[in-house]
């Protein structure tokens, strides 16, 4: 059985009703939260949350692209978020990668050079402080309540980083 046809089996057999309020895409608790893709992080569970509480958008490192400052904009000015949380993580798969390495790699199997920056860093307290301030700073977004963390993942705690 597939990794896909796996997860299908599992929705299918789910009997417990999901909680949350689903009637609106607007978030209730109007924060639209960023984290890395990384399955160790279970987000609804380290922040108790239901569904329709929160927008949650994910990538490679939980770091601000260009396409999280397109999801943010929907998010805050079509469906009223007024705060951002980023959380990136201790043990990040970016930090054992480096921006041309990785690149290189990608050219020399495939004959492209990606156009994209692949966002690798050493110091996840200074890509936090990285992201927050291209949210601060983006043109398309008014928000001025924009706070990083990181979640370690071996205890599960937070830091805010300032």
């Known amino acids: 059985m597939s990794a896909i046809d796996e997860l299908l089996s599992r929705n299918a057999g789910l009997t417990e ?18 984290t890395c893709m990384d ?3 279970r987000v609804f569970a380290i922040f ?10 994910r990538n490679a490192g939980g770091v601000v692209t260009d396409d999280v400052i397109r999801s943010l ?5 079509k469906l009223g978020t007024r705060e951002v949380m980023i959380v990136q993580h201790t ?4 930090q054992t990668v ?13 004959g492209l050079r990606p156009t994209w920056s692949v966002e690798a860093f050493r110091e996840v ?20 309540d ?10 599960g705690g937070l830091t805010e980083v300032f």
């Open 146 to 155: 924009v706070r990083g963390f990181v979640y370690d993942v071996h205890t």
């Open 39 to 41: 399955a160790r992080i």
């Open 98 to 110: 480096t921006e041309d390495g990785f690149k290189d790699e990608l050219e020399k199997a495939s």
């Open 17 to 34: 009703r999901v909680l949350g309020d689903r009637s609106t895409p607007q978030p209730s608790l109007k924060v639209a939260l960023l």
């Open 91 to 94: 043990n990040c798969g970016l």
């Open 125 to 144: 307290k200074d890509s936090v402080r990285t992201s927050m301030n291209r949210v601060r700073h983006a043109p398309y977004l008014l928000y001025t």
């Open 73 to 77: 904009a929907l998010s805050q000015r």
């Open 48 to 57: 108790g949350l239901l569904q329709g509480e929160a927008h949650v958008l």
